[in-house]
């Protein structure tokens, strides 16, 4: 495997789990109701993370 796909992948995983953390924090307050703004924001960053991920792994196919 290139080491551009693999960086695509790993860079995808990564904003999959941070998009999974903060909606779970977000539900059901796994991290504490410190600043739910704060969540939404790392959500919304992630999902952008994710969608630039999956338009460069449809490039590099």
Do not use: H, N, P
């Not at 903060?22 to 959500?43: H, K, M, N, Y």
């Amino acid at each position: 495997m290139e080491t551009d796909k693999i960086l695509c992948y790993s860079a995808m995983a990564v904003a999959g789990l941070v998009t999974l953390i903060f909606l779970l924090d977000v539900a059901l307050g796994v991290l504490g109701r410190a600043s739910i703004a704060l969540d939404v924001f790392f959500i919304l960053g992630a999902a952008f993370i994710l969608w630039q991920g999956f338009e460069t792994s449809r490039e590099l196919r």
